[in-house]
């Protein structure tokens, strides 16, 4: 052939690939007010950075089917988001529903390959309906389709992991949101393992949607996702936010902007927020709004173990993880649900290089029969394991309830780099009123209760504790900010210049 016609030939390939599923799957598409696949991609990263890889893919099972899977329901490559590479794969729901194939499990994997060996984020855009059907039937469709990359879902944490899912988004995409670091979902998606349908004939009754994989579901109950949106726009912008406080790799720091000091709130605000009653509740989120720099929380799973808040923001234009209980809800004692969602943000932050700040504030642990029957002491003892791995810079503040073995887990005692405490702080082994109950026999309606309160809660504050140095120091609330920004400049400064070891690289993802 001709060197024209050939390069005809190519362009008439790119011009179909391009094509995705055809123009009227693309209408649908935009008549529900869904972003397609290049729309998404477009809308995730840097104008004119993208480089695809597998463009001329299509699936390898059936000849006939070659023309109707261009790009084989997948865009592959790689970009930059805020100038830096990311790999980028987007489902395009437009061709076999975005199904999993022979042909586009080796593009995704190639990235997935790359992303980690290179040092750079993942990135997942998911729809999909599961596993391609014929062509995994039957153990040759088995034998080309399952099995064969053993990294597919490895995590060692080396790389940033994150996903959406958006629509439809059974099969991969669900694992992709499962496995990643960040997942966020858009309101009116269904994420889970099978479809509806196949999980209905699979137990012999209809099955709800959102009860199968809603985005309350996996708010509130399952706590898999960690945002949640309206629009396929938002839920992009949700990416590149998350992103914005991630290193590229495991082996750097966050990326840190620049801070301008004229931004900081006004610590006296925290005296307002605090009530100086130890038994009123209050909303410790306000308090972190006030501590962190103006408008750089980014909290996560905030709807899943809200006695608990985990947020990622900035100080001094550096980036901190902070883990906080919240009196707001249950008193701020730490629920199953809540030791998960810690759990796993230490995890993270330890991965990512990400120092640690907490704020103690909790009467302990959640008991009763539900607790128990959620595994309670098992999540105990993984958040005391997590909290003991902890090898990035750590400061703990014991803002005022700090009691049992609560007090531990959340930082207590030597578990981080220095601990330090509000003159508000009361540190116990319980809550005096149950101590005064079980000691004395005691309760509040009785004669003598308010004597023999008295007595168990006078060596209650944290004076003892500062004179014996079991912490490091006792500060005012407004006096806080200045002081973590400048231990934590110290504490980065030991070997290593603040990355950690690494020890919980492998942790599981999901639990």
Known sequence: MAHDEILSELDRRREAAAAMGGKEKLAKKKERGDLNAQERLDALIDPGTFIETGLLGASGMFKEDEAKTPRDGKIVGFAQIDGRDVGVVVNDFTVKGASTSATNSKKMGHVRRVTTEKGMPFVHVGESTGARLPDAMGSRGMGLLLGNDTTQFRRTRENPWVAAALGTSFGSSAWLCCISDFAVMRKGS????????????????????????????????????????????????????????????NGELPPEIEYDPATDSDQEQIIDILPEKRTQVYDMRKIIETFADKGSVFELKPRFGRSAVVALARLGGKVIGIIANNPLIGGGALSVEACRKIIDFQVMCDSFNIPLVRFMDTPGFAVGTSAEKKGAPGWIMNFMNSTCLVSVPSITVIVRKAYGRAYVAMGGGRHNEEMIAWPSAEVSFMDPDFATRVVHGLSPDDDGYEEAFENIHKNIG??????????????????????????????RSRKGGGIGEHAMKTWPTSY
């Open 462 to 491: 944290v004076w003892d504790m500062a004179t014996i140095y079991s912490l490091q120091n006792v500060v005012k609330p407004q006096e806080t900010r200045n002081y973590i920004m400048r231990m934590l400049d110290i504490y």
């Open 190 to 249: 269904v994420m889970s393992v099978s479809s509806p349908g196949l999980v209905s004939m699979a137990i012999g009754e209809k099955v709800d949607v959102e009860e199968l994989g809603g985005w309350r579901l996996h708010a509130q109950t399952t706590g898999l996702i960690d945002r949640f949106v309206d629009t396929d726009e938002e839920a992009l912008q949700e990416i590149r936010t998350f992103l914005s406080y991630m290193p590229s790799h």
